[in-house]
């Protein structure tokens, strides 16, 4: 029937039914895609429209308006162009303030995995994007030094409509090295094995250990980014903030949530090797570094504390800086990472707290997060706002082995 035609009424209703229509489109797009509202232009509306449309349906044929606002809008394609002409020519100035667009850091989350990790990669993804992702679209890069299977790539891309790249480790950045003396390695793991520590016999491990350590920033996929998230196990509360900018902003390169001691074993030459290259390029020191953190008498000793990087949020070009990379180069020279079973943990918290300042180093206290056997649960306000849903009396912060209180005693 004709009254159920808009334009059936006159100019008025028209220009006002035309208003409501546009107004109605930008909140719902803003909604769908938070790039959006940074594309939202009024004098282009219309070019910006065909844009967003693509980037959320991907389909550049198509200028119809998304199939669930068919019932509610009686438009075609032809009346959506004339609208924003008309728009432009004759409406007056709209209502409402456009909402500032987002910021967004340079940025992305990095999972080193298997095809057999499957499962626990799935809960981490679900995790993070639960608790944060899911409002940010921030990127995933997988590696892993073999390529990953279909399933393994259909069963994680179903989580997200964010980017997901899945790239494979060149290897030379995985294999031991050929100049690595097996047999001295071999005797290296039977030595650890025999003390029961953990991993003591696994190349593997070992592997993972120095490509953590030296390589995952070198790796192609990562070179667009400055930031990176090690997503680890289990995440307890919602991120409130991003903590992306939050690094960004406040010109932080490393973060942690977890701090403890090392199994010395794995590592009984990597301080003195630490002192020589000090020794050798005092210059790399930062005036105002963590050696606090790190030693109880000013750097004779290594008492054993590191951040424990199966979380980081760090700064990838911090690691690319001259400062670790001459470091990372020295320790890759002794063979430490076979002949022993140097950690990414220590060797990032050591090159942290020496070749950063003491405040480019941030504990995120309203993280709360767990791997196997320790957790970080937030408390107080942290607690409430994250919506946690772990046990505040349930963290890791001041257990004897935690690290924590000498990273805050740097503070005064
Ligand atoms: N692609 C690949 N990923 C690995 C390999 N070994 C470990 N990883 C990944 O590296 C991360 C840590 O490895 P795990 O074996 O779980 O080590 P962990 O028990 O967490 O070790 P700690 O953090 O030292 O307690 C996980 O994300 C693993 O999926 C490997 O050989 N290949
Ligand atoms: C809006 O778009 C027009 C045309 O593309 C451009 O000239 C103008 O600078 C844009 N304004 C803003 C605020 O982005
Ligand atoms: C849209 O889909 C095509 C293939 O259908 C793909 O090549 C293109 O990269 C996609 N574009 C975006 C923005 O996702
Ligand atoms: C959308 O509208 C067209 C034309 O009115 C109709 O043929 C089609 O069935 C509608 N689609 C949905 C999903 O409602
Ligand atoms: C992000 O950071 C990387 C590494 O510093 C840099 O190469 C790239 O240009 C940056 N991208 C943007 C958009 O700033
Ligand atoms: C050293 O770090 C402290 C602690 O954050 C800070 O207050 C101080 O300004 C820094 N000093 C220098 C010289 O950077």
Known sequence: MAGLSPFASGPRRFIFVILATVVMLH??????????????????????????????????ASLLPPPFLNDSLPVTTTEITTTTELVEVAAPEPTFVPPPPPKRANATFVFLCRNSDLAGVVSSIRQMEDRFNRNHGYPWVLLNEEPFTEEFKERVRV???????????????????????????????????????????????????????????????????????????????????????????????????????????????????????????????????????????????????????????????????????????????????????????????IAASLFASKDQVHFFRDIGYRHDPFQHCPSGDDWTRGRCSCDPKDSFDYAPNSCLKRFEKLFG
């Open 27 to 60: 909140y719902v797009l803003g909604m769908l895609h938070s790039d959006y509202s940074r594309l939202t232009n009024f004098s282009s509306i219309s070019e910006k429209w065909k844009l967003a449309h693509e980037r959320v349906f991907n389909s550049s």
């Open 159 to 349: 989580l997200t409509d964010a980017p997901i790249h899945f790239g494979q480790i060149p290897s030379e950045h995985w294999y031991q090295p050929d100049w690595i003396d097996e047999d001295r390695a071999r005797a290296g793991r039977s030595r650890l094995m025999a003390q029961g520590i953990i991993y003591a016999g696994s190349v593997p491990y070992r592997n993972m250990c120095r490509f953590n350590s030296g390589f995952f920033f070198k790796h192609e996929l990562l070179q667009p980014y400055r930031y990176y998230w090690r997503p680890g196990v289990q995440f307890f509360c919602d991120v409130t903030y991003d903590p992306f900018v939050f690094m960004q902003e406040n010109n932080k390169v490393y973060s942690f949530t977890i701090s403890l001691v090392e199994w010395e074993p794995t590592i009984p030459t990597l301080w003195s090797t630490v002192k020589e290259f000090v020794k050798r390029y005092p210059e790399l020191l930062d005036p105002n570094n963590s050696l606090g953190f790190l030693s109880d008498n000013n750097g004779v000793g290594y008492n054993l504390c590191h951040f424990w990087s199966n979380f980081e949020i760090a700064d990838m070009d911090f690691w690319r800086g001259e400062a670790y990379q001459k470091f990372f180069d020295f320790l890759e020279s002794k063979g430490g990472f076979y002949y022993e079973r140097w950690g990414d943990a220590p060797v990032h918290s």
